[in-house]
């Protein structure tokens, strides 16, 4: 593995429309995450960072290039996809087999702090529940790296930061390397140690975010960040007093 | 034939004034209505009995007929038709959507043929039934299990194909194989439209019972129905419909049942 835990190089991932159309979805990518390393992968609509975390994921196959990936890996969706038939625990404990499995599910609901949860059904658990048990059933496989595909971005900006201390705090306790797909890059410079910014299926930047944790928005480090991802994504931020928080996908 | 049930919603607390649901009590009141009117029409004449029966000889024609035993014999006839006919119907159309759901070949094979059948106005089948299977209980329960497997078919099929792309993704994610995707992910999704078909293909079960019975049947309700016309009981022939009509809500009924709890997850507070 020399050294990265996801190495990725000349990955190209065309699809049968966009191929007639002479546009490949991924062109000739490389990325290498380190072990333990938190890397948000940012860009606008369409640039691929869905497809790039769904190939890494399993879920989608490449064209061409070599792949490199830790197992087990493990995602969270934008949308929980919580199985609504079976209770949370039951949701959690999906496709464990080896020990105690409820004991194990039982312990993962406790880090996301959905205890008193365990044998609710899903439709009845609010959107930031229903993300912490997506997030539980994740964590639960002892995941060797953790895909994070925008599970933030339907949940209210107040559990959102809730969620934002959650993910830290366990990304920390279990170390796994991280690849958060995001839109927001003030979620990006909260939580990750890497920018990787995407555009027409191409690494435009790598961005290191050296700032301390807990991170200060406020710091002009994270000012100076914020301004250089978002002039990246292509948002104008020639204005000093730019108030943007974020990129709309 | 399947007379709508009252709504079992909960009433306002004004009108639950005391041990009796008043409410309960004022929807009654037009139907006991209608009966007492049918039954001083009988006693006066107005109705003839060669046309229709009053309520109270239906009512004594039930009890001579409890008494002697006839009538469970009849009923139990009946009633084991439709379970016949009823189990191999679903068992058909359950077999059926599986294969035409869950296998592509299965789906260009028998998917076609099966919409063609479909389309078949089962209930005028009766004659060539008689001549592939004779008089005996064969066309009767063939006749039943035709009705029954179709909307079964239908609407689990129909189910299985509704089920949410994403969740079976995740669960590929999650590392449940092709087996127990299908039975922990796509079954339960399709449950709920499975369970719908089911209760029109009892109501179809029960309709097609009706038919079938009133050809060449020696027992059965549909059989008690037809002797009673030969001898102008038209007692004897409404207790007939009646009991086909509660033997169809009690089995309504107990589909409903089933739904409850096998949709408890649907329940959202």
């Known amino acids: 593995m020399s050294g990265a835990a996801v190495r990725v190089r000349n990955l190209s991932v065309s699809f049968a429309a966009s191929a007639a159309a002479g546009l490949p979805v991924l062109r000739d990518l490389d990325l290498d995450i380190a072990p333990g390393e938190f890397v948000a992968l940012l860009g606008r609509s369409g640039s691929g960072k869905t497809t790039l975390l769904r190939v890494l994921a399993g879920l989608q196959d490449k064209t061409s290039g070599t792949l490199e ?37 039982l312990a993962a609901l406790h880090e996301v702090g959905l205890e008193h949860r365990v ?77 990787v910014v995407l555009d027409v299926g191409r690494i435009v930047a790598d961005v290191p975010i050296a700032l301390h944790r807990p991170r200060d928005p406020a710091h002009p480090h994270f000012a100076q960040l914020r301004r250089r991802i ?16 974020g990129v709309s996908a | 034939m399947l007379i709508t049930a009252p709504t079992t919603a909960v009433p306002p607390a004004r ?35 060669s046309k229709l029966a009053a309520p109270s000889a239906i009512f004594a024609a039930f009890w001579t007929l409890a008494i002697s035993g006839d009538l469970w014999r009849d009923v139990v006839v009946s009633v084991g038709r439709v ?6 119907g679903v068992a058909i159309g359950v077999a059926f959507a599986l294969i035409v759901g869950l296998w592509r070949p299965g789906d260009l094979i028998f998917d076609p043929p099966l919409q063609m059948l479909r389309t078949l106005p089962y209930l005028g089948m009766t004659p060539l039934l008689i001549l592939w299977f ?67 293909a009892l109501g179809a079960a029960w309709l097609s019972l009706v038919v079938g019975e009133q050809i060449n049947a020696d027992r059965g309700i549909g059989f008690m129905i037809m002797d009673a016309r030969d001898f102008l009981r038209t007692d004897v022939i409404v207790l007939g419909l009646m009991l086909y009509a509660i033997l169809g809500l009690v089995t309504d009924a107990i589909v ?12 959202v507070a």
């Open chain 1, 230 to 245: 978002l002039d990246l994504l292509g948002v104008i931020t020639h204005a000093p007093h730019d108030i943007t928080t």
């Open chain 2, 256 to 267: 409903r049942q089933i739904e409850k709890r096998a949709l408890a997850w649907r329940t």
């Open chain 1, 69 to 105: 990936v830790p197992r087990p890996s493990s995602v969270v969706f934008q949308e929980p996809r919580l199985l609504p038939w079976k209770r949370v625990i039951e949701n959690v404990a999906l496709g464990l087999r080896e020990g105690d499995v409820r004991e194990r599910a």
């Open chain 2, 83 to 88: 379970a016949a006919g009823f189990t191999l």
């Open chain 2, 134 to 200: 004779g008089i005996g209980e064969t066309p009767k329960i063939a006749l039943v299990a035709f009705a029954s497997a179709f909307p079964v078919y239908l609407t689990l099929l129909g189910g299985i194909r509704a089920v949410d792309p994403k969740l079976v993704e995740a669960a590929r994610v999650f590392g449940l194989g092709r087996w127990e995707t299908i039975r922990q992910v796509i079954l339960p999704g399709a449950l709920a439209p499975a369970l719908v078909g089911l209760r029109y």
């Open chain 1, 119 to 195: 044998d609710a059904w899903p439709l009845t658990l609010s959107g930031g529940e229903a993300q912490r048990a997506g997030l539980a059933r994740a964590l639960v496989r002892e995941p060797q790296f953790l895909l994070l595909d925008e599970p933030f971005a339907s949940i209210d900006a107040l559990t959102r930061l809730r969620m934002h201390d959650l993910v830290v705090d366990l990304w920390r306790l279990h170390g796994p390397s991280v690849l958060l797909v995001t839109h927001d890059v003030d979620e990006a410079l909260l939580l990750a140690d890497r920018a």
């Open chain 2, 15 to 49: 009108f639950r004034t005391g041990p009796i649901d008043i409410r309960w009590a004022k929807r009654l009141a037009s139907p006991i209505a209608l009966v007492g009117l049918w039954q001083a029409g009988s006693s006066l004449g107005l109705i003839p009995a």
